[in-house]
């Protein structure tokens, strides 16, 4: 059984960067045909895909939020990050990090961490 956690600081101040850790449970990040996304949810808005990196280790990103955007993985702690640089009160949002399958061009997450809340305020 999978399990995802999300992990790291709540407050981050305007233009530094926020750096969140994905640790997962019950299954590799390194298992084939698993992508493993970081997803976010601004206050009032609906999901923005942020950013994958597959098992391969090989990274994607949401063209709008690329040029900030870094994900990479530890595998033998079985964890994935995310970087975003220059953040600003806009990226306030809760931040969720999935596991799934990648299919004509979308994402089937079968796995989701419980989401944490990231607030962006000097």
């Known amino acids: 059984q999978v399990q995802l956690q999300e992990s790291g600081p709540g407050l981050v101040k305007p233009s530094q960067t926020l750096s969140l850790t994905c640790t997962v449970s019950g299954g590799s990040i390194t298992t084939n045909y698993y992508y493993w996304s970081w997803i976010r949810q601004p206050p009032g808005k609906g999901l923005e895909w942020m950013g994958a990196?597959?098992?391969?280790?090989?990274?994607y990103y949401s063209p709008s939020l690329k040029s900030r955007t870094s994900i990479s993985r530890d595998t033998s702690k079985n964890q994935f990050t995310l970087q975003l640089s220059s953040v600003t009160p806009e990226d306030t949002a809760v931040y969720y990090c999935?596991?799934?399958?990648?299919?004509?061009?979308?994402?089937?997450?079968?796995?989701w961490g419980q989401g944490t809340q990231v607030t962006v305020s000097s």
């Open positions: 990196i597959a098992y391969s280790g090989s990274t």
């Open positions: 999935a596991g799934g399958d990648y299919y004509s061009g979308s994402y089937y997450y079968d796995y």
